[in-house]
């Protein structure tokens, strides 16, 4: 990697590099310098194997499939096509990473563990970024502020290897008796993570388990594996033990469906579409796993008359254009307080007209392509079904072409004068797509904001204390962003309600999750 400038940092999380915008919107401050270089990272090239007890090894069925880049549609690596036969190998080296020398670490030792994980981290920062955006599409500011928002995120789970504990607990019972609570690691959790950012995502599942002495199984996208195999050679690196953390690519029918059945798994931490997710509910039920499920949202973003237009407009904006729509607590459905319709969709309208759309290793790239042809049609067909329903499209709508047409490249696109029972209001599209719905007064815009079958999350746009106050409150979701979007601190963390799951990420809960409780009376008598 060749960088002749310093890369800027812009939280993977959106945290506002103005106040309220969840994007670098003065390209002042991006300091990627446009002579940038990057190298085609030297992990890429030979076909990835899985990672099973330490070892990497072929598929029991020898199969591999290709993994492209979105940007331009080329083949990029090949991923071990993982099956039933490779998650019991992989179970099974969890396990016996459980039950062996890894249970008896002593706290400090998984935080020095982490916090060197942290520091290797940092080192291949770069490698990682680019890996991540040749794999799933987002633009380096994003990847390179996934690694920092990563680096944080340890460094929470870092402060959190001392919660396994043995606590005595006053009670009423008759006579001489002490209660002990213990807390103990829960076992071996399956991770099952989407592409729309597997860099960051695993981290939901890497950070408790190393914290509390767990192991786990990740079963990665399909579509975007390739730096989490190469995070997980830097965790060996590290010194994270053999069969701590154990890594099955294949497809979600195979590998997934078998994970997240499997007998020997205690809990499964899933991140993805509700339908899956039901699937893994379903097959979570032979041996009554845990389950901690990230779902599907399509999160209503209420702007109201008194708001500051100026940060609103992109805030709002960029809460659903990042990462090119694909996340799952995007603030799709826009309420816009009818009063200040008009000129709001005016300046949405011009503000994504200045979006630069491209491959996101180019330097000042603001959108990055969707992660596949599938989600391309996908994405399309919402545009269509959303003209065809009577929506009006005020801004882009079209797949992009010429040097981009070999990607998944389609134009930031505003619907308005959008019905809150619309498809493109209630399904989750997943793509950079806005449909601003008109609303009079505050009992209005939480009933229509609540007729979702999804929780995930919500904004409000206000200068007024007790709007943004009873709003926040109305609004049935984990998460609610006042004047700001899409921010997550690991320390305080995120969840859903609704069909967008539930278990909370994040906190001191999180970690609280994979421990499993146990009472001792003892009679003193
Ligand atoms: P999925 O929910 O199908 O995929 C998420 C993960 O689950 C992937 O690792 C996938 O494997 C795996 N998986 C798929 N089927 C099963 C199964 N039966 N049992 C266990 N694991 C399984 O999402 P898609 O990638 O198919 O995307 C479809 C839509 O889902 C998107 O358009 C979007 O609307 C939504 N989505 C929401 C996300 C969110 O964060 N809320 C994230 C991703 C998608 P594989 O990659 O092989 O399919």
């Not at 945290?15 to 890429?44: C, D, I, W, Y």
């Not at 291949?124 to 390179?144: I, W």
């Not at 997980?232 to 590290?238: G, R, T, V, Y």
């Not at 991140?271 to 979570?284: D, F, P, Q």
Request: neutral net charge; contains cysteine.
């Amino acid at each position: 990697m060749a960088t002749a400038g310093t890369a800027s940092i812009d939280l993977f999380v959106d945290r506002p590099r103005q106040p309220g915008s969840a994007f670098p919107l003065n390209r002042k401050t991006m300091q990627t310098s446009a002579a940038t270089v990057h190298e085609r990272p030297a992990f890429l090239g030979s076909t990835k194997q899985l990672l099973i007890g330490g070892q990497w090894v072929p598929a029991a069925s020898g199969e591999a499939f290709d993994t492209f880049n979105p940007a331009d549609g080329t083949v990029i690596g090949r991923l071990a096509r993982g099956g039933p036969v490779d998650i019991d190998r992989a179970v099974a080296a969890a396990r016996a990473a459980f039950e062996g020398p890894w249970s008896r670490w002593k706290p400090i030792e998984r935080q020095r563990l982490l916090l060197r994980i942290n520091d290797l981290l940092l080192a291949h920062a770069e490698e990682l970024a680019v890996l991540e955006t040749m794999d799933m599409g987002a633009p380096l500011s994003r990847t390179r502020s996934t690694v920092q928002w990563i680096s944080q995120t340890i460094l929470h789970f870092a402060s959190c290897t001392g919660a396994a504990t043995t606590t005595t607990s006053s009670h009423s019972l008759p006579g001489e008796v002490m209660a002990l609570t213990h807390k103990t690691p829960l076992g071996v959790v399956g991770g099952i993570i989407p592409w729309n950012g597997p860099l960051g995502g695993q981290w939901w599942i890497l950070g408790p388990t190393l914290a509390t002495g767990c192991t786990c199984v990740l079963k990665p996208a399909e579509d975007a594996s390739l730096s989490v195999l190469r995070f997980a050679e830097i965790m060996a690196q590290a010194g994270v033990p053999d069969g701590v953390m154990n890594i099955v690519t294949g497809y979600g029918s195979e590998a997934g469906s078998a994970l997240a059945a499997h007998p020997g798994v205690d809990k499964i931490s899933f991140t993805g579409s509700t339908e899956t997710g039901r699937k893994i509910v379903a097959a979570s039920a032979g041996n009554l796993k845990r389950l901690q499920l990230e779902l599907g949202g399509k999160s209503p973003d209420i702007v109201f008359a008194d708001a500051d237009l100026d940060i609103a407009v992109p805030g709002a904006a960029m809460g659903v254009f990042s990462n090119s729509g694909q996340i799952c607590y995007s603030g799709t459905r826009l309420f816009v307080q009818r009063r200040v319709q008009e000129e709001f969709v005016e300046r949405l309208r011009h503000f994504s007209a200045g979006l630069k759309v491209g491959n996101g290793l180019q330097p000042d790239v603001d959108l990055g392509p969707l992660i596949s042809a599938r989600q391309l049609d996908r994405v399309m067909g919402y545009v269509k079904i959303g003209s065809e329903e009577g929506a009006v499209l005020a801004a882009g709508g079209a797949r992009l072409g010429n040097e981009l047409a070999n990607g998944y490249f389609v134009e930031p696109t505003v619907f308005s004068d959008v019905a809150n029972t619309m498809a493109i209001a209630r399904e989750e599209i997943f793509g950079p797509v806005i449909s601003v719905i008109p609303f009079d007064t505050v009992d209005e815009v939480l009933k229509m904001a609540n007729d979702s079958e999804f929780g995930l999350a919500g904004g409000v746009w206000t200068r007024d204390l007790s709007t943004a106050h009873r709003v926040s409150q109305g609004i049935r979701s984990g998460t609610v962003w006042v004047n700001c979007y899409g921010m997550v601190d690991p320390t305080v963390g995120f969840g859903g309600c609704k069909a967008s799951g539930y278990g909370w990420k994040g906190s001191t809960e999180h970690v609280e999750s994979f421990l499993q409780r146990k009472a001792v009376y003892i009679n003193l008598n």
